[in-house]
Each structure stands twice: as C-alpha cells, then as structure tokens.
C-alpha cells in the first residue's frame, strides 16, 4: 500500500506541476517573453549560417532589416484588422421604446393629455398610445400625436419615463412614432427647446399623480 500511496502522490504533484506550467504559459508576459527568446535564436541560428558557410557580413545585415520589415508589417497588418473589428461591432438597433408599466399608469396618463386636449385623439386612441410606448416598432402602425403642448411640458413627460425605465431621449426620437404638432419629437428639440420653460404646476402635477408614489 506504501508504494501504491507514493505512486498516487507523485502522479498529483505532477498533475498539480502540469496546471501551474500551463497557467504560466498563457500569462501574456510569458507569451511575449517566448516569443523573443524564439525570435533571438532564430537570428542567431541564421546568421552562424551565414558566417559559417562564408557569406559577406552585409548578408547578416540584409537578414535582420528584412526580419524586421516583415515583422513591422505583419504587427500594422494585425493592428489594423483589430480596430476594424472594434469600429464594426454590431450595435443592436432599438426595436421598442419597452416601458414596463402597469397599463393603468399608462391609462391615466393617456386621460390626463386627453382632458387637457394636449393629444389629438382622433389620431391616437389609448390602445395607440399604449401599444407605441410597450410593443415592437414592426408590431404596431400606431403613432402619438401630441397637440397644443409646449416642448417643456413634452419633455416633462418624457423625463419622467426616463426616470422611471431608463428609456434615453433618443430611444423616442429613433421610434419615429412621437410627434407635437405633425413633426417628429426629436431628442435635440426635447433638450433645447424644453428647458426654455418650465411646465405649468396644475400639468406637472396631475403627471406626478399618474405614477405610484
């Protein structure tokens, strides 16, 4: 049994030996210190070719320019290919505006624009205005048309959705389906022309007791 233990040991330390040389190998200093010992003595091992068979001593020189020519090349080639996959990376386009809220927020705020005559309900019924703030953009025809608001109060809503579900202002802008006015909400015009303003207090406050406190 002693013998079999010893065997048994010796076959783990060399496990255990075996794991700390691979983690020291992927460690990218050790990479790049291998690749230079790698390097130095491929050019040793060429230029005691050369001397050795009696070539002139610029051949050495020609070898070394050259090795390093092609080594410069390779290295601008690779770095080139790296930044173009970085300056191409797939951004995933914005397909919903996504508000998780109960629909009954969304409701009542849809009452409110609509008691204050600020939405053109002929053109955005609540199942409209509900479907463009929840569903895909491809899944729905639908549009909100705000009416007789200034930017301030457009904005005023609109930060609160961003408050509350992280939704940016170019999120709105990008779903083409906001409009004031006939002309699409942008995110440039929510940040210059609403903070020319503030809303008024009665506007802010019925928006406010739309969310749960």
Known sequence: MNIIDEIIDRLDALDKFKERVKTWYYFRDTQV???????????????YFIFDVGL?????????????????YLLVRFTKKER????????????????????????????????????????????????????????????????????????Y????????????????ERSNKLFLEGKPVTARKLSNNGLRKHPAKYFTDKIDNCFPK
């Not at 002139?56 to 410069?72: E, K, T």
């Not at 491809?138 to 007789?148: G, L, N, P, R």
């Open 33 to 47: 210190a291998l690749a230079i010992v790698l390097f130095l003595i491929l050019i040793g091992a060429v230029l």
């Open 56 to 72: 002139p001593w610029y051949w050495s020189l020609i070898f070394v320019c050259s090795l390093c020519i092609g080594i410069f």
């Open 84 to 155: 173009k996959n970085i300056g191409t990376v797939a951004v995933e386009p914005i397909k919903t505006i996504g508000l998780d809220f109960n629909r009954m927020v969304l409701d009542n705020i849809y009452y409110v624009l609509r008691g204050y005559e600020k939405i053109d309900v002929e053109k955005t019924g609540i199942d409209n205005f509900h479907s463009v703030l929840t569903q895909r953009f491809e899944e729905t025809d639908s549009e909100i048309h705000f009416t007789d608001m200034s930017w301030a109060e457009v904005r």
């Open 157 to 172: 809503l609109l930060e609160k959705f961003k408050e509350k579900c992280g939704v940016e202002y170019s999120t709105f």
